[in-house]
């Protein structure tokens, strides 16, 4: 079969080591910051380039001449895997052949960007993988199938997504070849249950921990913003600005009153610290920038009663 692959990261990178050991041709279409070398994801740009296949960057994959270029491939299939630019009407109409997104939510929940995130922000107690039709409107189109990864109570955005790319890539694996039979498998998305995030919905460079906030959503927005290498919310303590990296699955308990912030207990997992109702349980805590601290020795240089702010 001849593919076109359009992609980045990890899941897409599998995928198309897969194509390619199965002998088929692929043209694999990649994203402009993706310099070719593997870091905490795999690199698509390397993989194409180790496997000795096709490869292009364009900066507008949705330009006449390059949307030409598509049609002119005659592939079969096109799949799109977290590829960061919206594919356009004019780019269906042109190639004639079918356009398939594999998106990381249980669409129609969480349409857009940062899905993983949102699904952690909204307290789903379940996210997943959905393969469906491109259209126009975004993350909108038919759905083929869908894989479902329980979400951890305590577990952070960074191993939700790591577990969302190996469903990508199972599901993507489990649909070769993508059969005609597969893809008349279309069932429409209700809109009544979509939901739909854009860019600024969420500003992750807003990263200090908001201690008067209720402790289950403070909590649910704590591991959603722990995404190493990347990120970490943040919070001080004694004029030292501190990362928190784990928080426990369950909340603490604190005393009617105590102030948000303040630490009221150290317990067995780490120490309590009290929210605007309740308490948050950290089990992780290093000082921010500093690489080379332990979270445990940084937990021990806090004390009962101090202040997180």
């Not at 180790?50 to 005659?74: H, K, M, S, T, W």
């Not at 191993?159 to 790319?165: G, P, Q, R, T, V």
Request: aromatic fraction near 8%; proline fraction near 6%.
């Amino acid at each position: 079969m001849r593919w076109i692959l359009a992609g980045k990261n990890t899941a897409a990178s599998r995928a198309l080591a897969l194509l390619a050991e199965r002998g088929d041709e692929v043209w694999a279409i990649g994203t402009a910051g993706d310099n070719g070398r593997d870091g905490w994801q795999r690199s698509f740009r390397g993989t194409a380039r180790r496997l000795g296949l096709r490869f292009d960057q364009p900066r507008q994959i949705n330009a006449p001449a390059f949307v030409e270029r598509l049609a002119e491939y005659d592939a079969d299939r096109l799949i799109s895997i977290q590829y960061d630019q919206i594919l356009r009407e004019s780019l269906f109409g042109a190639v004639g052949f079918p356009c398939l997104n594999l998106h990381f939510s249980l669409l129609p929940r969480h349409r857009g960007v940062h899905p993983v995130a949102w699904a952690i922000l909204s307290g789903d107690a379940e996210a997943g993988v959905t393969l469906h039709h491109m259209v126009p409107d975004i993350d909108a189109g038919h759905v083929i199938d869908q894989r479902r990864v329980a979400i951890d109570p305590g577990g952070t955005a960074r191993e939700l997504y790591d577990a969302l790319s190996t469903a990508c890539f199972e599901l993507f694996r489990g649909s070769l070849p993508f059969s005609t039979a597969l893809l008349d498998r279309r069932v429409p998305q209700d809109p009544a249950l979509a939901s739909y995030h854009r860019a600024g919905d969420l500003d992750f460079d807003r990263r200090r921990a908001d201690w008067s906030r209720p402790a289950a959503d403070l909590h649910a927005w704590l591991r959603a913003m722990i995404f190493p290498p990347f990120q970490y919310p943040e919070t001080g303590c004694g004029g030292e600005r501190m990362r928190i990296e784990r928080v426990a699955p369950k909340l603490g308990t604190a005393p009617n009153g105590a102030e948000p912030g303040r630490i009221v207990a150290r317990v067995e997992q780490g120490i309590e610290v009290a929210a605007g109702d309740g308490a948050i349980v950290i089990e992780a805590l290093a000082r921010a920038g500093d690489a080379t601290l332990g979270a445990e020795s940084t937990l021990a240089d806090v004390a009962v009663g101090d202040r997180l702010h």
